[in-house]
């Protein structure tokens, strides 16, 4: 079946590295998207793209870096920079139809400060 | 810029009962709307969405909205609740001119009890 695939589910960073989430998509969608979501506050938007080698920064993105190498995959790296990085990690792609409009999302990565 | 106004952060219910998930929008062109579901630590998945034509949306698992232009509401109801529903509850928005960047409420966490 078709899908987004996050990886790690759990991940645990230690103050001063980088850590890099991953994403997947094997649903030939164009767009993705990364969003942080923390208790209360919803989720909010840190970067999408639209095609490949070429992204923008959405609501968040100071702290983040991304890359869109390939169509089906679009790395997220929460860089020394973030100083608030806990947070749940959700990754999804876009896409547009009469039927189907909307998002996939992926089941998200978890992300600790230790 | 498109905002989201989800007016309940919990909202507590006893099974069998019925239950409305309140959405308020702003905006003053034509939008795209939909209620996304979450389970404890997994992604977020469409249960409805509004694109045009009738202004009530059935959905997935006995779910549906009705979209009021006029009160720029697009609020989620369900006649009888199980105690599976409980759940994270999003509602989000986009305007038809920028397609695929959705903003989300802040969420309304649904606890069915028996």
């Known amino acids: 079946d078709g899908g987004i695939t996050q990886s790690p589910k759990y991940l645990f960073r230690k103050e001063g590295q980088n850590v890099t989430l991953s994403c997947e998509q094997n649903?030939?969608?164009?767009?993705m998207y990364w969003y942080r979501q923390d208790p209360g506050q919803g989720l909010r938007l840190i970067y999408y793209?639209?095609?490949?080698?070429?992204?923008q920064k959405g609501d968040i993105a100071e702290g983040y870096s991304v890359s869109r190498e390939k169509k089906e995959s679009f790395p997220l790296t929460v860089t020394s920079a973030q100083k608030n990085p806990t947070a749940f990690y959700l990754c999804?792609?876009?896409?547009?139809?009469?039927?189907?409009?909307?998002?996939?999302f992926g089941s998200g990565t978890r992300l600790t400060v230790v | 810029a498109q905002s989201v106004t989800q007016l309940d952060s919990q909202v507590p219910v006893f099974e069998e009962a019925p239950v409305e998930l309140r959405c308020n929008y702003s905006?003053?062109?034509?939008?795209?709307l939909f209620w996304y579901v979450q389970y404890p630590n997994q992604g977020l998945q469409l249960l409805l969405k509004?694109?045009?034509?009738?202004?009530l949306v059935k959905g997935i698992n006995g779910f549906e909205a009705e979209f009021n232009k006029s009160q720029t509401s697009f609020h989620l109801r369900k006649p009888s609740v199980h105690i599976s529903d409980t759940a994270e509850y999003f509602c989000?928005?986009?305007?038809?001119?920028?397609?695929?960047?959705?903003?989300f409420g802040t969420g309304t966490r649904l606890q069915v009890t028996l």
């Open positions: 793209s639209q095609i490949v080698n070429d992204f």
């Open positions: 999804a792609s876009w896409f547009s139809g009469s039927e189907l409009y909307g998002y996939t």
């Open positions: 905006s003053s062109v034509s939008v795209y």
């Open positions: 989000a928005v986009t305007f038809t001119g920028t397609a695929s960047k959705l903003t």
């Open positions: 509004y694109l045009s034509g009738s202004t």
């Open positions: 649903l030939n969608h164009d767009a």
